[in-house]
């Protein structure tokens, strides 16, 4: 029987008051989340979340049980904001990997939403299984930036998903087959953003023992900085070992440690749900084991429940499925690469997506500005509800700031009739005084008052 032999270790780094990241560690489950919303919400959602997963998965050891774990946590994250006013906004990321079984064999299964990550050490090549759910990442996966730029960009820590921002949340899973001699590593941003993968690497490979291994890497991104909260998970796959009840949460500067045996395998992706992990820049391709075993549902002979599958329909369901994933992939570019700038919750915000959505894509709020839109320049007001659409984040964050120029900028002094900003008084005109014409004897002149108009009567006829 397959087990963890895990351990997880945790830091608050050298500039964080508190540490709002929490790890989990035990036989058959292995989790990291990163908690945000401030001091008391962030350590709120990660716990939760944790507490969550861990309990719905005991109750559904599957793979579709891990994603229905997590989609779980999102909504008791959600609740708990919604319930308690000194907790809106909190969220967290969460990153969790579970032995299951499918069928006759095992597998592990891996559930990601945010920026929290999963690895695999294999052969000494440190090969990223998740794809991070943030702001840069996904500028980066679009060409508007290098992975350079990312490292730096003043926006690196944007997440456009992550738990209890909303009431439902779409969960990145795959499956991993455990090949021997690989090693599974989870860890929050605050080891990423202070180590390079080639430090993790050496690392892993220098420490046999997780719970060693672990503690490096925390010591490690805390000596080259430690802007942040680092939180690491290693585990090890024992094909051969018993599973252990026990487990493992670590905060602070404490370190857990669970389940039994040594050795490790955990595998490379085989199968995929959701957007899934895909190769990017400097990210090595996931490749399928070839050490010789027998795919998950293969069957072996002709039997009854064999299923015969022709070279033509093999052949159209591969045409047929590229089709599909090419408009997909197209559809899914299309919407990420559009920007536009509208309102939420009262307030001007940046939005990736069209505006209103496209298809399934629902426009995501990438950054909600202090801007109330009482504060917008009223003949704006119409343009930003109906969103006003760009070609990047950059374009839109000028709008952003054009609107909160605008009014100061374009607006005209009120106008009263008393007060510092002048005086409106009403003009008056004088006609000159008419003029008195004497007519011949034959005729009487008839005046009228200065400001109407005179006609003069035709003279009476001379008698």
């Known amino acids: 029987m397959t087990a963890f032999r895990a351990a997880t270790a945790t830091d608050a780094g050298r500039v964080r008051s508190s540490n709002q990241d929490m790890g989990l560690a035990t036989s058959n489950l292995v989790a990291v989340a990163d908690g945000m919303g401030g001091?008391?919400?962030?350590?709120?959602?990660?716990?939760?979340?944790?507490?969550?997963?861990?309990?719905?998965?005991?109750?559904?050891?599957?793979?579709?049980?891990?994603?229905?774990?997590?989609?779980?946590?999102?909504?008791?994250?959600?609740?708990?904001?919604?319930?308690?006013?000194?907790?809106?906004?909190?969220?967290t990321t969460l990153t969790a990997a579970a032995l299951v079984r499918s069928g006759r064999h095992e597998r592990i299964a891996v559930a990601n939403v945010g920026d929290s990550r999963a690895y695999v050490l294999r052969g000494g090549e440190l090969v990223q299984l998740t794809e991070d759910h943030s702001l840069v990442e996904e500028m980066v996966r679009n060409g508007e930036l290098t992975p350079a730029e990312a490292a730096v960009h003043p926006h690196r820590h944007i997440l456009t998903r992550a738990l209890g921002i909303d009431g439902s949340v779409k969960v990145d899973s795959w499956e991993v087959d455990p090949v021997p001699g690989t090693r599974l590593l989870l860890c929050s941003d605050g080891l990423t953003n202070e180590c390079s993968d080639a430090e993790i690497a050496a690392t892993l490979e220098a420490e046999p023992d997780p719970e060693t291994a672990a503690q490096r890497l925390v010591a490690l991104a805390v000596a080259h900085g430690g802007s942040d909260n680092v939180t690491v998970v290693v585990a090890d796959v024992d094909p051969d070992a018993a599973p252990s009840a026990g487990s493992a949460q670590s905060r602070g500067r404490d370190v857990g440690v669970a389940g039994t045996a040594a050795g490790g395998a955990a595998g490379l992706v085989t199968s995929r749900a959701g957007k899934g992990p895909a190769p990017g820049p400097g990210r090595p391709p996931a490749r399928r084991d070839t050490s010789g075993a027998r795919p998950s549902g293969a069957t072996a002979g002709h039997g009854h429940g064999d299923r015969i599958v022709t070279f033509r329909v093999a052949v159209f369901v591969v045409v047929f499925v590229g089709v599909l994933g090419g408009a997909a992939g197209f559809v899914g570019w299309y919407v990420r690469a559009s920007y536009f700038v509208g309102v939420d919750q009262g307030h001007v915000a940046v939005f990736q997506g069209r505006p209103g959505g496209f298809l399934w894509f629902k426009p995501t709020v990438l950054d909600r500005t202090a801007i109330p839109v009482s504060a917008v320049f009223a003949p704006d007001v119409a343009a930003v509800r109906a969103g006003m659409l760009q070609p990047s984040f950059a374009a839109a964050e000028a709008v952003v700031a054009g609107l909160a120029n605008a009014r100061r900028e374009l607006a005209l002094p009120s106008v009263s009739t008393s007060g510092a900003l002048g005086v409106v008084g009403t003009t008056t005109t004088t006609l000159p005084p008419p003029t008195t014409t004497t007519a011949p004897p034959a005729r009487t002149t008839t005046s009228v008052p200065p400001a109407a108009s005179r006609t003069t009567a035709p003279a009476p006829p001379v008698t």
Do not use: C, K, W
């Open 39 to 91: 001091h008391v919400g962030g350590e709120v959602a990660a716990r939760l979340a944790i507490e969550t997963l861990q309990r719905s998965f005991a109750s559904s050891r599957s793979a579709s049980g891990l994603v229905t774990a997590t989609s779980r946590a999102n909504r008791a994250v959600y609740d708990e904001s919604e319930r308690q006013a000194t907790l809106r906004g909190m969220g």
